[in-house]
Each structure stands twice: as structure tokens, then as C-alpha cells.
């Protein structure tokens, strides 16, 4: 079954907020194996709407309609319901009783465009708002459903979750679809298309689709399968996976799994040291208290991170991390000799069983023809062992340093599962 | 003249992704006076995207495609373009070179799917991209303009601010818009509605709009006027301003002046530091790093800021910022007396002119019914004055965390200007 999801409303187009009411929809609809084939973003006017309306009935058996339900004078989805189905708008008792009693339980009056919200096309089946006073509407062309719905996200949501989506679940025969996406991190997009494209023309074959999905410093592989058996397409994109492994491993840092939200690197390390009941602290340069925000946006961190030290200066580096004048001196601040003092002495300063340090040239300023702009160190120690590596990044200051946390993190990540 | 966006990618569709693309590219064209008037997300398939195309052409004079330009085999924008536009796909030189020195600049290899983003339809003209492998695409049909770009944000971003808007603004006659945007911290949308409703009820007569636009912690007004008379518009917007300031002064810390991108508090007080030759350099608890990666986001920062210790222990709390163990015991970590003491130990222990500290319950565990979540303490010190206030907050991590980083930074900004 096919869906397309049309939002009604100038504040989209004008840019003034973020469509996730769509994002919600679609992931809804994905999850009990409705295929979203389209998303439309169209202006409060009539002929833009109806024109939406038949477009969206040339590609989908199902239109979810977002948007343009509010008692002012902008709002006119609901007439152009009405004139698009051929269904004058009558007052609907069950929807005025629901708009008096939403008033009421507020000790508010009902207003007269108020009571005009129980106005609906005379066709329609209504579905309740029990959040707000604007009613949803099912409606039926051609065998195309058309389902109207308020665009205030949290009204939206009880509507799908409560009614809507179990009376679709019961009424059509849907497929199951599955998803899992692959974590990876260290590869560009390109690179590792290169390396598992023998990997990737076998998918075909097992009706898996893949697909790439990168973000900066990291690539998702979302495999993508349906059908009636659960079971088989689980095991089917499991086996398809355990295939990957000898080809990719090591870029691998977690998976996403089916109608789950993505775990961050910062929630896996997290996740490894509460399993393990061990600590962690950073010294940051060049990423400047990053890092440390990624992982104090988690809740319940404070069981695993002790904290950190920004230490943005050679002067806070001695002060704060005891970094000596001569490695200073002699290999500078973005040097091997640096991160692994810093790592050494964040460990012994904040009694953790790990520590991670990073310097690094961010840019655009302070870079040197030996170090350029983008030249990163960062080291990774525990009581037992030390690490520390290079890269090079590039130009960019905001990118080198997602760069420089998100290859920190997978470093810091691989140094404690082989940490006994 | 009038705008399309066209997404191409299933992640959207999957609600695997936001479509932050789309809003930001609507606020830019409408910044310069084109009117959005449809935006739409299809999947990765020919026929869709075809379809789509066909759509566009007959509502926008000029179309903004993005995504499906990947080197892996299921980004087929290209292939599609160059069917559709009757192209076939020739190399470009100046795209391989460009391709060839991304590599070179990385120290890689350039891989034949690498070489391959070289290929553009061979009537189309080219838009470089400094940021990525994918060139842009500008192609016309029957007198509609398709420019094509990346799907990955910064890439598009450069690529529209730098190369395709000062080109359209060049090329076609626009009416001009003057957009001025008052930037408020400290009050909610529906108060600061309350607070200015007089005034902006005087707006309709003067020819401005007025836009609401609410981020977490922060209230944008933004003020819109068109018209031939550049001048005119701009000292009827400033005068409007003028006369908002007796109502909403204190909550104003900057402005969006027009064309530019919006200042952060952060920007702005690295600003003021800078006019000043005056540093800062912070505690952070409960932010965990967040304001000091505000910070160290800014290009040249490192004149003004000296670092940070995020001391998210009580023991760290001592050992970093000699905090008192009496303190700790009696009032607590989150408490006047506690972030008092680690601003002054911080301003001393960083030399600088300015310290803030910041200690609060960001949930969703810690909370007490003395102290619940949501609780923050926020003091700033220089070496003749200190000032600590309290703050209560909601019950959600994220927010907390945010509110207390943007609280803070106003906090001190205004603490900067006061300041002798």
C-alpha cells in the first residue's frame, strides 16, 4: 500500500518551521509496512490544494493531510475538502459536543468560530480530537482514502496512534517491512561503496534493497527488506550482515535497529562503560568542550563521565594538564608527545579508567605549512596502555571538529572493547 | 517570481531524516524575494523523480533539486537529469580536477566511483563544490531553471550562498525585500506576544509584517517590508524597532541585520571581548561542555577565550576549582554559594578577566523536592564583581541544558557591557 503525506500551510514554504510532523508520519506508516511515496508541502490557497489532492490520488491508496484546520480566516482546508468531495459542510453533533466540553473542562466559553469547528463535509467520517477542537476527516474518492488532519504535531499524533493507524492495521492486509542500518565511522561514502560492492550486487538477489546514508564522519548502510514472514526477513538481513563483517568490520561502531532511534558513538561508549562499571574523561582542545557535550546530553552520563578540561591555551595546557615546557617547546601543542601527556594526566587528575585528549589545528587561522589547517592528534590512555594517532582532516573549522569528536569517540570506543 | 524545492532520497520518505535542507533553503529564497511555492520529497526512482520534475515546471520558474547525487548506485539524480533533459553525460574537466584535488588535499586516492562524479549532463552548467565530490547542475527547460545540489547540508549551503544566490539576485529583477530581526532572550513567544501587542498592532499601517520565530531559549522577531525605496524601507523598519525598545529592551540582545546570518549570543560577546582585548573562561556543570563548544564553533576565538573544566563530580568540583568541602556539604553542588566559588576560582585559575560557572539538575534523574529538575545556578565574576542568580527551568535534559547555556550567555554579555 502506497501513501503520500501533504502538509498544508505557509509557515512550511516560508521556512519558518521544521516539517516533522512528516518525519512522524513517515516512520508510523514505514513501521506497519505502508510505503511513503510521496511528501508535499503546499500554501493555504484552494487551487493549490486541490491540485495537491489530485496529484497525491494519481500515486497513493492513502493521503494523510497535515495542516489548515484552525478557526481563523487563513485556515481553509476544510471548504476546500468539502468542495473537492462534493459534500457540503454540516455541523457534526458529536464534534460540537466534543469542542463544548474541551471549553467547558477549560471554564471557557465557546465562541462562535469555535462552534464552527464542528463543521465538517457532510460525507466524511469523523475522527475525534480529544487535544484540540479541530476534528479529523476520512474521506473516500475513487477508492483513494483522504485523511484530514490538524497540523499541531501533538493533536496529530494521538489522532494516528489512537484511531487511525489501528483502524488502517485491522482494515488492510499489509506487508511487513524491515529495516536494519549498519554504524559506521572512518570511511567515506565513496571508499566504502568500493570496498563491499561485491557485497552489494549480491543484495539484489536476497531482495534486499540498500541504501547510503552519510552524514559528516560517519555512513549508514540502511538494508531494507518485506514481505509476509518476519521471521525470514529478520533472518535474511541478519545473514546478509554477518556477510558484511569480513569486508567492513572494523568501520562498524553499532547498528540502528527496526523502529528504534539511531544510538550515537558517545550512547555506545556509554553503554560499554556501565556494562563495565568504568569511567571516562577528556582534555579537549581543538574540539573546545564538544566532545563533553555529547556525551552530558545523555541521561544518567554521570555514572560513567567524570568531566573534562578545556585547556584552549599552551599556558592552561601546563596549568591544568602539568604538559611539560619542553614537549611544548620542542613538538608543540598539536603533537603526539602533547595529547599523550594530556591523556596521561586527565587519567591521573580525574581517576578515571580512561582519558581522552585531542589537539588539533581546527582553522581557519594556525595552521603552519608542516601543520596545516586540519592536522589532528589524539590520544587515548587507561592505567595500563596508551595510544595516540594522526589524521588530517580539512579546511572546514565546523567539520574538522565533528570530525576530530567523531573519530575520537570511535577511537576511544575500540580502546576500551579491547581493553581487558 | 515563484520557487520549487524538490527532495530526492528515500530517507525522507523512511523518516529517517529531517528535511532541514528544505527550511533553510525556503528562509533563503524568501530572504530575497521568491516566493516558495511547493515543496516536495520523492523517492530514488526514475519515474518519481521524472514526474516530479514535470510538477515543478508547471508551478515554479525556478527549481531547487537536492540529493540522489552520491557516487553509489542508488543515487541516480544524475542519470535521470540527463535523460530528462536530453543530455547525455560528458566528463567535465573542471569538476575532475576539482574532484581530483579533494583527494589530493586528503592524501587519497581518487577511486574510479570517485572519477565518475566528474560525469555531468552535457548542457548543463556546472556549479562547483568546494566541500564534497558532487558538482552542482544548473539546467533550463521551456525557460524553468533545475539547479541540482548535494543532499549533504554544509555542501548545499556553501554552494547556494556562495555560487547560486548572488547569481539569481544578479540575473533577475526582484523585488526588493528588507527584512530586519529583532534577536530576544528571556522571554516565551506568547508573553513577549502579550508584552508588544500594541505595537505590533500599529505594524499593518507602516506596511510591515511581523514573524514570530520561537528556537529553544530564544524569541526571533523578524520585520518584513517591500517596496522600491531602499532607504525608505530601512528607516521605516528602524523606526518601528525605535519604538519597540521602551516595551521589550531587556530581552533584546542583538539583531539579524539584512543578508547576514544570524549572530549567536556567543558571536556577539566574542565580539564585544575582542573590542574589549578582554578574556573569558568557564565552569560548566551541568552544561557539560555546551557553552564552551558555542564558543570554540567561532573562527579566531582563541584571542578572547581561555578554556573551561567541566568538573561534573563533586570531588572534580574540589580538586579542578578548589570548591569547599563546606560548601558542598551544607548548600550543595547547585547552589549560590558553590557556582560563586567556581567562578572565582575559575577567573583565577584561567587568568582571565571574566569567568561564568553554571551548576544545575538537567534531569531527568537528581532531582529532589527541594532542589528539582530543572534547578540552575548561574554566576559570572570578574576581579571587582560577582553575580549569581537562579533558575528554574522545565523537566526535559535537552532543553534544560539549552536554556541554561543561552541564560548564561546573556547573563555575561550583560555583565561585559556593564562592566567598566
Redesign the interface.
Known amino acids: 500500500m502506497k501513501a503520500e503525506i501533504l502538509t498544508i500551510g505557509d509557515e512550511?514554504?516560508?521556512?519558518?518551521?521544521?516539517?516533522?510532523n512528516?518525519?512522524?508520519?513517515?516512520?508510523?506508516l514505514?513501521a506497519i509496512g505502508i510505503?511513503?511515496?510521496?511528501?508535499?508541502?503546499?500554501?493555504d490557497q484552494a487551487e493549490?490544494i486541490e491540485k495537491a489532492l489530485d496529484?497525491a490520488s494519481t500515486r497513493a491508496d492513502i493521503v494523510f493531510i497535515t495542516g489548515g484546520l484552525g478557526p481563523t480566516k487563513d485556515d481553509i482546508t476544510k471548504k476546500v475538502l468539502a468542495q473537492y468531495f462534493n459534500a457540503p459542510l454540516v455541523i457534526n453533533e458529536a464534534v460540537l459536543a466534543d469542542v463544548t466540553a474541551f471549553f467547558t473542562k477549560r471554564g471557557r466559553e465557546v465562541g462562535e468560530l469555535n462552534r464552527m469547528q464542528a463543521l465538517v463535509p457532510g460525507r466524511c467520517e469523523v475522527i475525534r480530537n480529544l487535544n484540540g477542537t479541530a476534528p479529523g476527516m476520512w474521506l473516500t474518492k475513487n477508492g483513494v482514502s483522504f485523511i484530514s488532519m490538524p497540523g499541531v504535531p501533538y493533536e496529530m499524533k494521538a489522532m494516528m496512534s489512537d484511531s487511525i493507524l489501528p483502524r488502517i492495521k485491522t482494515h488492510y492486509q499489509l506487508p511487513f517491512i524491515y529495516?536494519k542500518?549498519v554504524l559506521t565511522q572512518g570511511i567515506g561514502?565513496?571508499?566504502l561503496?568500493?570496498l563491499i560492492e561485491s557485497w552489494?550486487d549480491g543484495l539484489a538477489a536476497k531482495q534486499i534493497?540498500?541504501?547510503?546514508?552519510?552524514q559528516?564522519g560517519l555512513v549508514r548502510l540502511?538494508l531494507?527488506t518485506w514481505g509476509a514472514d518476519e521471521a525470514l526477513l529478520r533472518a535474511n538481513v541478519d545473514a546478509a550482515i554477518e556477510a558484511l563483517l569480513p569486508l567492513a568490520e572494523k568501520y562498524i561502531y553499532g547498528y540502528e535497529l527496526y523502529g528504534q532511534a539511531t544510538p550515537s558513538l558517545a550512547q555506545i561508549i556509554v553503554g560499554h562503560l556501565k556494562d563495565r562499571k568504568e569511567t571516562v574523561a577528556?582534555a579537549?582542545s581543538?574540539?573546545?568542550?564538544?566532545?563533553?557535550?555529547l556525551?552530558?546530553?545523555i541521561?544518567?552520563?554521570?555514572e560513567v563521565?567524570?568531566?573534562?578540561?578545556?585547556?584552549?591555551?599552551n599556558?592552561?595546557k601546563q596549568?591544568?594538564l602539568n604538559v611539560s615546557a619542553t614537549t611544548l617547546d620542542t613538538t608543540g601543542a598539536v603533537s603526539k608527545a602533547c595529547v599523550l601527556e594530556m591523556a596521561k594526566n586527565t587519567l591521573r587528575?580525574?581517576?578515571s579508567d580512561y582519558a581522552l585528549a585531542i589537539s588539533g589545528i581546527?582553522?581557519?587561522?594556525?595552521g603552519t605549512d608542516e601543520k596545516p589547517v586540519g592536522t589532528v592528534w589524539i590520544a587515548v590512555a587507561s592505567a595500563h596502555k596508551e595510544l595516540a594517532m594522526h589524521f588530517?582532516?580539512?579546511?572546514?573549522?565546523?567539520?574538522n571538529?565533528q570530525m576530530s569528536a567523531l573519530t575520537a569517540l570511535n577511537m576511544l570506543r575500540k580502546f576500551i572493547l579491547k581493553h581487558k
Open positions: 512550511i514554504l516560508i521556512g519558518q518551521i521544521v516539517n516533522t512528516s518525519v512522524w508520519m513517515a516512520q508510523e514505514n510505503s511513503v511515496v510521496h511528501i508535499a508541502s503546499v500554501s493549490a496529484a529495516h542500518t561514502e565513496s571508499n561503496a568500493g552489494e534493497k540498500l541504501a547510503y546514508l552519510p559528516p540502511r531494507s577528556l579537549e581543538c574540539t573546545g568542550g564538544y566532545i563533553a557535550s556525551f552530558t546530553s541521561a544518567g552520563v554521570s563521565f567524570k568531566g573534562g578540561v578545556i585547556p584552549y591555551t599556558t592552561m596549568r591544568l587528575c580525574f581517576d581546527a582553522g581557519p587561522g594556525g588530517q582532516f580539512g579546511d572546514n573549522r565546523e567539520r571538529i
